[in-house]
């Protein structure tokens, strides 16, 4: 896997994880208030790095130990 498919698939993916999670836990807190989108992208701004960060790091060892869960050899 190419550097620069596998740092647009980890932008993608914690874009698209990030954005979902920090609506949801937006919405358990505070529910839908008048500032309500401002609060979430504030969030969301927030939790994005450490999203990306976090899949960038984790990415490969989740692979590695889902194939061997399954048996898939390479």
């Known amino acids: 896997m190419n550097l ?7 932008a993608i993916m ?3 994880l990030s954005m979902m999670m920090t ?3 937006t919405w358990i807190n505070i529910g839908f208030v008048d500032d309500f989108v401002w609060r979430w992208l504030k969030a969301w ?3 994005f790095p450490a999203a990306f960060i976090c899949v960038l790091i984790l990415a490969t060892p989740v692979m590695k130990f889902s194939k ?7």
């Open 23 to 25: 609506f949801w836990v």
């Open 68 to 74: 061997k869960v399954f048996g898939i050899k390479e």
């Open 4 to 10: 620069k498919f596998k740092l647009f698939n980890t």
């Open 45 to 47: 701004g927030l939790a």
């Open 14 to 16: 914690s874009f698209l």
